[in-house]
């Protein structure tokens, strides 16, 4: 097994988590302290023993290992940190205090993502344990993580997911971003939002790409993948792709398209935007972000939005 890792700056390093055998689809960050290791995003536990091997190519012990801080709570970024917390039982975790329950109790978890996934959930995600909830750091809006001489601030930005936070790191003058900064594959410049059921919320979104935008970091560090410092470029554009993502599956919607249709033209537009582009991602992108999922999360927000107004 190969595991590869890199170093984004000196007390940061990326670990490419190699999902599915597929390179920069998932990345957990690395970060050493004077109290232990710890890891921004944990992944699933069908890529632990890349979690672990990249620890160790970057030239530290897992069993160091001492917090993990999550985004949120989607399987491609939490679903490993019950079966992290039972094989270190120094760990603690790090989440945002909606979701902070379903990884105490993941049940609730679990069935929504069985509904999506199905047949396939073991062989994407593997175990999905609890974690303890006196193991459980409950964050706000605002608060800083204060971790052996490392200070990040959790700054709430839902949109992709009602529970989500980015954690912005002033030493480095970067933010992680989880999700809120969308998807892009190197060596690709595209953005693409991931927009899953249950909860995306569109204007939410914007509004949380504003707080992310007027920080004016140097760097956005993503969970799909990696580093990048075009912000304005990377940024406004994801602003154009939810509106124009949103205003696609609403309009065939309307001229009385079914869901599997619906997926099938978004799938189109996507190549075609891609082949455009450059180096075609698809199978990558659609790891991360599978079509299907999306129409699902923008059909379930225009419903939402329809029945409110």
Sequence with gaps: MTNHAEWIFDDTGLIDLNFQGTERVIGAYLL???????LVECGPSSTIDHLLGGIRVLGYDPGD?????????????????GVLMARYPNVQMYVHDVGAPHMVDPAALIRSASRIYGDDMDRLWSEIRPV????????RDGDMVQIGGRALEARYTPGHAS???????????SIFTGDVAG?????????????PPPDIDIDAWHRSITIIRDRQPARLLLTHFGAFDDIERHLSQLDRRLDGWVEFVGSLERDGL???????????????????????LESSFALTTPHGMSVDGLLRYLRKRREAS
Aim: charged fraction near 25%; avoid cysteine.
């Design 258 to 280: 079914d869901r599997d249709a619906i997926v099938g033209r978004l799938g189109e537009l996507v190549r075609d935007e891609m082949d455009e582009s450059g180096p075609n």
């Design 132 to 139: 303890p909830e006196d193991r459980v750091t409950v964050l």
């Design 183 to 195: 998807v892009r594959i190197p060596p690709s410049t595209d953005v693409w939002p991931p927009t």
């Design 32 to 38: 050493p302290t004077s109290d232990g290791l710890a």
């Design 163 to 173: 529970h989500h936070i980015a954690y912005v790191d002033a030493a480095n003058d």
């Design 65 to 81: 290992l001492r917090h993990i801080l999550v985004t949120h709570i989607h399987l491609d970024h939490a679903g490993a940190a």
